[in-house]
């Protein structure tokens, strides 16, 4: 067994077939094959299933792949280390964010960072909360951006900064004009982010500190990003919890009203998300670049 053949063996699991591997790779699509072929020999077992134009990871490919992301990880690391022993901070640093962080801090902050380092090579994620723990500890992400701590994560956190939630409404919501209790917004109809996203667990610890049954809520629509939800507010479905930084543009065209709520506005931790074995150098690096320029509230 050989990293080229790790490292094959990722590639087609991530790019999804072999041909795009290839492709990825920038080798033939018989080089591919060959290379899994042995992999699959030394070990003595199948590891990817050949569908029509994909692949799937067998029992066998689901024990191999947290190994291989872990030691491509390592290695990776290891070159850091070495080529950063003049000084200089290098390497292609992968952060994977949860939908907020992920479109309206860490992008304003990556010219910056690359700036200060300009060896490194950095790609943005995008995913929900649960996703970007997940990433982070099998090594897919060297550090990840989140909104909440998601149980069971075999990774450590550290807050960074913090996050401003608000209660928003239609124009004309009988929701607006006055004070109102977290009660007769619970019991109102909600547009909500989708189960596992950041948000949605923030706003569901909110609603239980006062007292709300979280599983009695008139959910109207579950949706996947923040942007959503508000366009969803805007078309009169419902009252949201959303961070500030999402509503800005709508609440700043009046198309919604920001709800006077007691306990509102709420805020929320960012934390920073780093494996257990602790990050690689351009993470740690990235990780400093966080503590310094993320707004603390």
């Given amino acids: 067994m050989n990293i080229q053949q790790l490292r094959t063996f990722v590639t087609v699991v991530d790019a999804g077939s072999f041909s795009a591997a290839s492709r990825v790779l920038g080798i033939s699509q018989p080089a591919v094959t060959m290379q899994i072929q042995s992999l699959e020999s030394e070990l003595g077992s199948t590891l990817l299933e050949r569908r029509y134009r994909r692949v799937e990871l067998t029992e066998a490919g689901k024990v191999l792949i ?3 992301l872990r030691v491509l990880s390592d290695l990776q690391a290891m070159r850091e280390e070495i080529a950063g022993l003049d000084g200089h901070v290098t390497g292609h640093l992968v ?3 949860s939908t907020t962080p992920g479109v309206y801090v860490i992008p304003r902050l ?4 690359l700036a200060e380092h300009p060896r490194v090579e950095l790609t943005l994620l995008i995913a929900d909360s649960t996703e970007v723990v997940r990433r982070v500890a099998d090594a897919e992400a060297g550090i990840g951006i989140t909104g909440a701590e998601v149980k069971g994560g075999r990774v450590d956190y550290e807050q960074i900064g913090v996050d401003e939630l ?3 409404a239609p124009p004309g919501s009988p929701l607006a004009g006055s004070r109102r209790s977290v009660e007769q917004l619970a019991h109102s109809k909600l547009v909500t982010r989708e189960v596992g996203s950041g948000t949605r667990q923030a706003t569901e610890a909110l609603l239980a500190e006062h007292g709300v049954d979280v ?4 959910i109207a629509l579950e949706l996947g990003t923040g942007e959503a939800v508000v366009t969803a507010v ?8 959303v961070s500030r930084l999402v509503a800005q543009r709508a609440l700043a065209l009046g198309s919604v009203v920001e709800l006077d709520i007691e306990g509102f506005p709420a805020q929320r931790p960012l934390y920073a998300v780093t494996p257990k074995g602790g990050p690689s150098q351009s993470s740690r690096a990235f990780l400093e670049y966080l503590r310094d320029n993320v707004a603390r509230g």
């Fill in 66 to 68: 947290p190994v291989a």
């Fill in 95 to 97: 952060v994977a964010a």
């Fill in 110 to 113: 990556v010219g910056g960072f």
């Fill in 166 to 168: 608000i209660a928003i």
């Fill in 215 to 218: 599983d009695s809520l008139d």
């Fill in 234 to 241: 805007e078309g009169g479905l419902g009252a949201a919890i």
